[in-house]
């Protein structure tokens, strides 16, 4: 089955009871038994929800993997992760990553004895110098949240299986469309759904895909102990979102290509941040790995300053500034005074993460637009 099948009818089929061809929202939080424990498959929401388990069919197909769990929101997904972990253990991770991440790693799970290394990831043999027998986790992001560094992971997996270590690929920028980590050897994929796979910035929404069977059991009962767990009407919104996401994937793609060809060559401009050029170090890993450059893009202003980059973010009239990414409009945000505002400031310097990065997020519009609407923004420094 091909992606474009795959997202209208992977793991899904017309309701049992009704027909109905798109998945009802079962909006319960209970169900009828006919006698104490024997019911239809369903005793309690929390627990198993028709609508959920629709939607975990759906993403478990997209990416080719045998289990998924939705949770709340992308958070809730990391967290439950966390929760396989004991005091004692260590995780590696990309220096470069989504600030909610670090956050939780480090103000949450560090006081309880876990132990995090924020390392390059550029070289994959970075890794095997912080491996030792307390590590449990390899925790990758790729392309990077902001600065759109590409992380091997074929390679990367490799090591960590050699090295009898989990390894995790959040794929929240990529989408399914774009990437299928499992496929590359990771054991676990982590999405926040609110983004590409929502794709309307209407729902908040995360989940976890993985193959092993004892893995899935692992979560899953974290998932139902913790209650970490999204509403039918969520799990509907994620399930409508997926039917697009290869269109507007695509075409997030396309425009980003072109927005960024437009910015590099723009006077006020010093940098801009996006596999697709061919001088990006990531750009040939990139291109084995992904089908395309995907639509997020991120770029430095020559006046290097966090009062230019405002004066830009505060007068676009099509990027809307706001965090999050990956909806049918286009986001423009600050990721030093925004996303990622809870790393240290000396941790964002280290990876390029200026006060005057601006990071986009391309939405459907047309591409002609959004290009005007930056210049014109651009012109008021």
Not at 193 to 211: E, P
Not at 278 to 290: L, S
Not at 324 to 342: D, F, K, N, Q, R
Request: glycine residues 8%.
């Amino acid at each position: 089955m091909k992606f474009a099948t795959k997202v209208i009818h992977g793991g899904l089929k017309p309701d049992p009871l009704t027909g109905a061809v798109m998945t009802p929202i079962y909006q319960t939080s209970t169900f009828a038994q006919e006698s104490p424990g024997v019911h239809k498959g369903y005793a309690y929401a929390r627990s198993k929800n028709p609508t959920r388990e629709a939607l975990e069919n759906s993403l478990a197909a997209l990416e080719n993997g045998n289990h998924a769990i939705s949770f709340g929101s992308g958070l809730a997904a990391q967290d439950a992760v966390m929760k396989t972990l004991s005091p004692g253990d260590e995780v590696i991770s990309t220096s470069d990553l989504y600030g909610g991440t670090y956050r939780q790693m480090m103000k949450v799970y560090a006081k309880y004895g876990i132990k995090f290394h924020f390392i390059n990831m550029d070289d994959p043999q970075n890794i095997q110098s912080h491996i030792n027998g307390h590590t449990k986790l390899i925790w990758l992001e790729t392309p990077t949240n902001p600065m759109l560094s590409i992380v091997d992971i074929e390679a990367i997996t490799k090591i960590a299986r050699a090295n009898g270590v989990l390894s995790l690929v959040d794929n929240t920028f990529s989408s399914p469309y774009l990437q299928n980590p499992l496929n590359l050897g990771a054991d676990i994929v982590l999405h926040s759904a609110t983004k590409y796979l929502g794709g309307h910035s209407d729902v908040v929404n995360g989940a976890i895909i993985v193959n092993d069977q004892e893995l899935h059991k692992q979560i899953r009962f974290i998932q139902n102990s913790c209650g970490a767990i999204p509403g039918p009407q969520d799990c509907f919104l994620v399930l409508r979102g997926i039917k697009t996401l290869h269109l507007r994937v695509q075409r997030a793609c396309d425009s980003a290509r072109l927005i960024a060809s437009h910015l590099a060559g723009h006077d006020k401009v010093s940098r801009v941040f996006y596999p697709g050029f061919t001088d990006h170090k990531g750009h040939e890993v990139a291109k084995r790995q992904m089908r395309d450059f995907g639509g997020m893009l991120s770029f430095d202003l020559k006046a290097n300053t966090q009062k230019a980059s405002f004066k830009v973010l505060s007068n676009t009239n099509y990027f809307t500034l706001a965090e999050s990414l990956g909806g049918v409009e286009s986001l423009i945000g600050h990721p030093a005074s925004m996303t990622h505002a809870s790393i240290p400031k000396e941790e964002r310097i280290k990876v390029g993460l200026t006060d005057s990065l601006i990071r986009l997020s391309v939405g459907v519009e047309d591409p002609d637009d959004l290009i005007n609407d930056l210049d014109q923004a651009l012109s008021k420094i």
